[in-house]
């Protein structure tokens, strides 16, 4: 029975990564309806940048989130109207001319890194390294623990700008019209950039988590890209609540496949099981997906 | 219609071309070296590995190798054949981690550069795609690296290799964990990341571990990129004495952190290939102390050696040359060049070796045994290691004091093994 | 309406050049050198066939490169079972098409970007599966008999790349199956108001651009003799079919083309005097976004007359954001 509760609570914790990974995501698609295939380099990137700074001055890379945060959330605001360009630019299917587009930026991205960095594995140490702490005889890794109470805690956040905040409501707004926000007053380019400079600060903080609790290297975003997609897809694109429950049982499925069945179908499982909710209910688990 | 016709015709003609000239393709280098260049009086030697993709760290490993040895003969004079000496001149092609690229850039290397001999890739992959194309031009190639078993099975005549495959040296490990340490290990998890090398690791392992009376109570093939907490995890509750890996650095990396981050502390990891990589050691730390591992080669061994004189006194040139210590595979690929230096010797041949020189020196090779400061070098001729080198000893090693140690077998090692291995809090 | 006018003929004396010249290339240039362009040529053929689907239909696939390494599974296995090598390569091809029937006829309900994903998710599941049978080697690959003849794998790449360009452009260009097939790419809900049998259509469209890359992977098995899941079915080759076809031009005949040539010759060129393929990749990055940001027609449309779709030609109507929220 303990191996089933570990089972368990390894699944909601590798969930809460999943979550981390695509709260920011999905809130830039839900907005935004920008599909952003570089999000996994965004989190190398965020990665990268947290490493350098701690290479540099050894202080603690979680010290260094809010900082993150700021960074990539400049670099966000200035990225964001060069992809709204892509999107205004094209006459027809402008989405998958973003998609591309950010498919494009995703292996510069990682040209880049790999070029400038090069192939070697790096890891990321903090206080909350290797520490676990354990209840009623299950270990709960105090990293993983500290990535899912960030993911949590970010989510509500969101929850709360988004329904209780005046800039919430012109989010939502020109989310869903924005001609009429237009009309409204709302500055909807403005909104955009400030929405997905959230999102990439979100993003590269989840970096600082995901690089100490697996490693840095410059091949690294796949795997997050991967993440993302499951949860926003299986949630349904832009739900948050969609997000959270996606999370859950991916991460679910992947320990408990892990376990019970045989690590090498792990992958398998996971993306037969996308492909299958993409074919039954592509609006999402929940049906709230866009 | 008028068009249609035309173009018809046009793909008939262009079809019964196609089959025409294909029959008449066919190797394009000239048969025997003699007319194609000048009497040259230096050996032109290939390098083909990796130095950029994936494997570039490891292809860059082997290349050190490769150059090193190149250098240091050309220091000394060059091959001695008869009464003469000849240097060597290196010429250098990427497989940038690719089968098809590798097998491009040996085209280019067997056919325009025309080169005496080759150095081998680092991958086992990239062996197997360039292999079938020196079968056909008939080249030697012996690689320092590449430690899958299916490239022997194979049986290629042109390649040679000088490291055993994993699945002649992961049973030394293994065996020591059994037999050479108080309380050996009776239970045993084995897990492998689904790559060609380190499936073939993980299933040595499996073998040697099932040979010995060793319960396995776990055994798991896993993607790249699998999240190993949940499957450490499960491990935890089975409890074995030792946990098996077979991976590269980024696996057991992971491996560990994810066993620390649960409070998992087996009485022994075992790991391979990787453990001595500056990386691993760096990344982490303490973390790192106490892997056990298998090599057929550390710098503590004691040969002599016709080149450098002994062992320590390669280590010192490798340190000195590149700055790091050399691991067992860098030292392989130095080792390389002495074997085709005594059989060039052996048969006499002078460059630019002509195909029959070439066939004589593939002969040599397989009866040739050489002793290096990497040990013996000594090619199999028949059976599942056809080519490969079955001339040394696998060994246990261990990181002692971010060092590798030999620790078994019993009668060849340097340091004694430390099991069951001290706990994350006592570091 | 067939009437040779200037045009065509100059069209038809540019291609029988090209034939020829295609023709006894083998014979002028090195065996490297062969294989490079024996390379070109098999991405020609595997962007085209994107292209069908994707510039032709507007189904942006991500995961096409699949077909391409079940072709060359397929060819491996029935060569290993003794089927001599042309049979086996048919035999992928038709099995990769059959295959893109069956699994079309569920992913095709999708519109855009989900159709992308989707596609992405199964190549993976693909490959995932490919790496747990038994019968194809696993992460150990398979390897081929090897037949090392450079001229006959130029020639088989040759005839597959004539055949692909040639049925593409009879299909999309001449035929009024084109004309179907890009009013589906136009507005799908119209055309099935019109009457087309949109479904038919579609998995037809994507059995056929299945086809073509299923040969190609069998040539590519026999010709490398090695493959393993992650030479013949990674990402990668997705990617760079799609990057290809946008780099040219979506939708024409000539970009597919252009951009494989651009692309690969830019990376074996690379390659062979710089050795550094991390860098490459920056190049392929910049330049996607660049295409498409500011030349989002694609390379092709630098070239005016190849640039050219049909005629009459097509304007495209700048669509509002209020219909891409109905799909």
Not at chain 2, 25 to 39: H, I, L, R, T, V
């Amino acid at each position: 029975m303990d191996l089933f509760f570990q089972t368990l609570v390894n699944g909601l914790l590798v969930g809460g990564i999943y979550i981390a990974v695509a709260a920011g995501f999905t809130l830039c698609f839900g907005v935004l309806h920008v599909i952003d295939f570089a999000v996994g380099e965004w989190v190398m990137l965020g990665a990268f940048a947290v490493f350098w700074l701690n290479f540099f001055t050894g202080v603690d890379p979680l010290i260094f989130l809010p900082l993150i945060m700021v960074l990539f959330m400049v670099v966000g605001y200035y990225f964001q109207p060069l992809l709204q360009r892509v999107i205004t630019n094209q006459q027809s299917n402008a989405l998958l001319m973003a998609l591309a587009f950010t498919f494009g930026m995703s292996i510069l991205f990682r040209g880049s890194a790999l070029t400038l960095f090069g192939f070697n594995q790096r890891s990321l140490t903090t206080f909350l390294s290797g520490k676990n702490f354990e209840i009623l005889g299950i270990s709960i890794p105090a990293l993983r623990f500290g990535a899912t109470v960030f993911a949590v805690l970010v989510t509500l956040l969101f929850m709360f700008l988004l329904y209780k905040t005046k800039l919430g409501l012109a989010v939502r707004a020109a989310a869903e019209r924005q001609d009429v926000a237009g009309l409204m007053g709302i500055d909807s380019s403005n909104i955009a950039r400030i929405v997905y400079a959230i999102y990439l600060g979100l993003t590269a903080m989840s970096g600082t988590f995901l690089g100490s609790i697996f490693s840095v290297h410059p091949d690294m975003g796949l795997r997050y890209t991967l993440f993302a997609f499951f949860v926003v897809v299986a949630g349904g694109l832009g739900s948050i609540q969609g997000a959270i429950l996606a999370g859950i049982m991916l991460g679910l499925i992947n320990s408990f496949v892990a376990v019970y069945v045989g690590g090498q179908y792990i992958f398998l499982i996971l993306f037969t099981v996308l492909y299958l909710i993409l074919l039954v209910a592509p609006k999402g688990i929940l049906g709230k997906g866009w | 219609m008028k068009s249609k016709t035309k173009w018809t015709i046009m793909v008939l003609v262009l079809l019964s071309l196609s089959l025409l000239l294909s029959g008449c393709g066919g190797p394009k280098q000239s048969d025997d070296g003699e007319n194609a260049e000048a009497e040259r009086d230096y050996f032109k030697v290939g390098v083909i590995t990796s130095l950029s993709g994936a494997s570039v760290y490891g292809g860059n490993v082997t290349r050190r190798g490769y150059d090193l040895w190149a250098e240091t003969v050309n220091a000394q004079g060059g091959i001695e054949i008869g009464d003469k000496q000849y240097k060597v001149e290196m010429v250098y092609a990427d497989a940038a981690s690719d089968p098809a690229t590798g097998a491009d850039a040996v085209e280019r290397m067997v056919t325009t550069d025309e080169v005496d001999f080759l150095f081998g890739p680092y991958t086992s992959g990239v062996t197997l795609g360039v292999a079938p194309i020196l079968e056909k031009y008939k080249v030697p190639m012996i690689t320092g690296s590449a430690e899958s078993p299916l490239i022997w099975k194979q049986k290629f005549k042109y390649t040679f290799g000088s490291i055993p495959a994993v699945d002649l040296t992961g049973s030394a490990p293994v065996s020591t964990l059994v037999n050479e340490v108080e309380g050996g290990a009776k239970t045993i998890a084995v897990i492998g990341v689904n790559d060609a090398f380190s499936k073939a690791t993980a299933e040595a392992f499996k073998a040697t571990a099932e040979q010995l009376g060793l319960e396995v109570v776990k055994y798991d093939i896993v993607p790249e990129g699998t999240d190993f907490t949940p499957l450490v995890g499960a491990i935890k509750e089975l409890n074995p004495d030792v946990l098996a890996v077979g991976g590269h650095e980024q696996t057991h990396m992971e491996v560990i952190k994810a066993a620390k981050s649960l409070g998992f502390m087996p009485k022994a990891f075992l790991m391979h290939y990787g453990i001595t990589t500056p990386d691993f050691i760096n990344n982490l730390g303490t973390a790192s102390e106490y892997v056990f591992g298998g090599a057929v080669w550390t710098s503590d061994l004691n040969y002599t050696d016709k080149l450098w004189g002994s062992t320590k006194e390669y280590v010192e040139a490798a340190e000195a040359r590149w700055g790091n210590m050399p691991d067992y595979t860098e030292a392989a690929s130095a080792a390389t060049g002495e074997v085709y230096a005594a059989a060039l010797a052996e048969i006499g041949a002078t460059p630019p070796l002509s195909e029959e020189e070439r066939e004589q020196l593939v002969d040599a090779l397989e009866n040739i045994k050489v002793d290096t400061f990497y040990g013996p070098i000594d090619f199999a001729n028949e059976g599942d290691w056809y080519h490969n080198n079955v001339g040394l000893q696998p060994l246990t090693i261990q990181l002692q004091n971010g060092e590798q140690k030999i620790v078994g077998p019993a009668g060849v090692k340097v340091a004694d093994p430390i099991y069951p291995v001290p706990g994350w809090e006592e570091r | 309406m067939e009437y040779v006018d200037n045009t065509q003929k100059r069209n038809l004396i540019w291609i029988a050049l090209l034939v020829i010249v295609a023709t006894v290339i083998p014979f002028a240039i090195s065996s490297f050198w062969l294989r490079i362009v024996t390379g070109v040529l098999m991405w020609i053929g595997l962007a085209q066939s994107w292209n069908i689907l994707a510039g032709y239909m507007g189904y942006v696939s991500f995961g096409h490169g699949a077909f391409f390494g079940l072709g060359a599974y397929v060819t491996a296995i029935a060569m290993s079972l003794g089927v001599p090598f042309i049979i086996s390569a048919l035999i992928a091809g038709a099995f990769t098409a059959a295959f893109a029937a069956v699994i079309g006829y569920p992913t095709l309900r999708l519109q855009g970007a989900y159709f992308a994903i989707a596609t992405w998710a199964f190549a993976e599941a693909i490959r995932q599966i490919v790496l747990v049978l038994p019968f194809t080697g696993g992460a150990y690959g398979m390897r081929l008999p090897a037949m090392l003849n450079e001229n006959f794998f130029y020639y088989m790449m040759l005839l597959t790349i004539i055949g692909t360009v040639a049925i593409a452009y009879y299909l999309m260009h001449k035929a009024k199956f084109g004309l179907k097939v890009k009013a589906i790419r136009e507005e799908e809900t119209a055309a099935n108001v019109l009457g087309l049998d949109v479904t038919r259509i579609k998995i037809s469209v994507f059995a056929l651009s299945a086809f073509f890359p299923g040969i190609l992977g069998g040539i590519y098995a026999y010709w490398i003799t090695y493959i393993h899941p992650d030479s013949v079915l990674a990402p990668v080759i997705a990617d760079q079919m799609v990057v290809m076809t946008m780099l040219g031009g979506l939708g024409t005949i000539a970009g597919p083309i252009i951009g494989a040539v651009v692309l690969f010759m830019g990376n074996r060129l690379l390659w062979v005097f710089w050795g550094d393929t991390s860098f490459y990749l920056v190049l392929v990055g910049l330049a996607v976004a660049l295409v498409i940001l500011f030349l989002p027609s694609g390379l092709v449309s630098l070239v005016p007359r190849l640039g050219k779709k049909d005629k009459p030609k097509v304007d495209d109507q700048p669509n509002s954001s209020v219909t891409e929220h109905t799909k």
